[in-house]
Structure formats: C-alpha cells, structure tokens
C-alpha cells in the first residue's frame, strides 16, 4: 500500500504530487451539477433526449445532451476546462500545460461544432455559471423550431 509518502508519479504523467492526482481524476466529465440541473428542466418540460451521446457515429466526441431527432447536440462546457472569457484563470502551477491544455481544448471544441453543422446539426453552447432555467428555455426552443421545420 502506498501511503504517498515517497509517491512518484507513473511514468510519463502529469501529476506533480498524490494529491494533485487524485483531485483531477475526482473531476467529472459528465454529469455534473449544471447538466444535472438542465436536464431535470428539459424532462419536467417533457423532452427526451440522449445523455453523454456521440451525434455523430464516425466523429469520436460526445455532447452533453442529444435530441437526435431534431439533430440538436448541447454542450455545457466547464468555465476552466473550455477557456471561459468570463471566468478561466490561468494556472499557477505547471501553467504551460495547462494553459495549452485548455487552448487544445477550445480548438477541439471549435472542431466539433464545424464538423457538426457541416453534417446539418445545430450546436448550442452553455457555460456551467449560466442560469439553468435559460438554458433549458433555449433548448427547449431551439428543439420545438427544428422539429417543426423537419415537418
């Protein structure tokens, strides 16, 4: 058993210390507290949708919330992981990694949402500090308008 008293870090990782490990692999990748909340909404609103879903088959990124039949993908992306102008405060430590970690992912970002509306999806974009309730009015919206223009 390894008390992390003389803990390396495996070979090749990026972890600085024991500590730090274990609090970014505690970190969610899906359903936090603003999708969570989201979501109940759009249920309680009767909608139905895919949860952590890939919209498209050939394309290896998933959306945080899928209406396939209204080929609608939502994201709601986390302040520090996805560069919010608002609220992304660079890194003290190992701020080169990080810092071009997060640039990789905005661009990746960027990526997908091209790739999507390329093959006729509609992409929204919710930061995790945006009000629940005009989030799910938006989707809520935004899936009623496309459903009725496939009609």
């Not at 070979?11 to 359903?31: E, K, L, P, T, Y």
């Not at 394309?59 to 945080?64: E, K, Q």
């Not at 709601?76 to 810092?99: A, F, L, M, Q, R």
């Amino acid at each position: 058993m390894n008390d992390g008293i003389n803990w390396e870090p495996p070979q090749g990782s990026w972890a600085s210390s024991a500590a730090r490990r274990r609090n970014m692999q505690a970190i969610r990748s899906r359903d936090t507290k603003p999708e969570r909340l989201v979501r109940s909404l759009l249920h309680a609103q009767g909608l139905r949708y895919r949860v952590a879903a890939k919209p498209l088959p050939g394309l290896r990124r998933t959306a945080d919330i899928v209406f396939r039949s209204a080929k609608l993908a939502v994201f709601i992306d986390g302040c520090y992981w996805h560069g919010c102008p608002e609220h992304y405060v660079p890194p003290k430590t190992n701020s080169s990694y990080w810092s071009d970690k997060v640039a990789r992912n905005v661009a990746r970002d960027r990526d997908t949402d091209a790739q999507l509306e390329a093959a006729g999806w509609t992409v929204l974009r919710f930061w995790e500090h945006d009000p629940a309730d005009d989030c799910a009015l938006k989707i809520a919206a935004a899936v009623s308008r496309l459903r009725n223009r496939s009609q």
